[in-house]
C-alpha cells in the first residue's frame, strides 16, 4: 500500500521556520522524482521544490528561494521541507508527491499558516 503522509504543519508568526515532513512508504522511494506543492484557499495548486532521485538536483519556485530548503534521506523514505522566514503569503496546504513516469502519488497534505 503507497503511503505518503505529511507532518510537521502548524501555526507560525511570521518570520519563523517550520520543517515540513514526508514519510514514504510502499513503492521504491529511491526512483521517484518528490516535491512539495502548495495550494491555499482560492488558488491554485503550485509546485514549491523538487529534489530528484539523486538528491543532487533541486528546484525552487521563485517564492521559497532564499528561504526554502528540500531534502531527503533515500536511506530512511523520507522528504523534508525546512521553511525559514514565513510570511503570511506561505499560508497554504502543504503536500508531498512522488513522481517516476507514468506514476505518481499525493499524499494528504498539512496545513500551514502563518499569522501573528
Known amino acids: 500500500q503507497v503511503q505518503l503522509v505529511e507532518s510537521g504543519g502548524g501555526l507560525v508568526q511570521p518570520g519563523g521556520s517550520l520543517r515540513l515532513s514526508c514519510a514514504a512508504s510502499?513503492?521504491?522511494?529511491?526512483?521517484?522524482?518528490m516535491s512539495w506543492y502548495r495550494q491555499a484557499p482560492g488558488k491554485e495548486r503550485e509546485v514549491v521544490a523538487i529534489?530528484?532521485?539523486?538528491?543532487?538536483?533541486?528546484y525552487y519556485a521563485d517564492s521559497a528561494k532564499g528561504r526554502f530548503t528540500i531534502s531527503r534521506d533515500n536511506a530512511k523514505n523520507m522528504v523534508w521541507l525546512q521553511m525559514n522566514g514565513l510570511n503570511s503569503d506561505d499560508t497554504s496546504m502543504y503536500s508531498c508527491?512522488?513522481?517516476?513516469?507514468?506514476?505518481?502519488?499525493w499524499g494528504q497534505g498539512t496545513q500551514v499558516t502563518v499569522s501573528s
Open positions: 508527491h512522488a513522481k517516476l513516469m507514468p506514476t505518481s502519488y
Open positions: 529534489i530528484g532521485f539523486d538528491v543532487g538536483t533541486t
Open positions: 510502499g513503492f521504491s522511494f529511491s526512483m521517484y522524482r
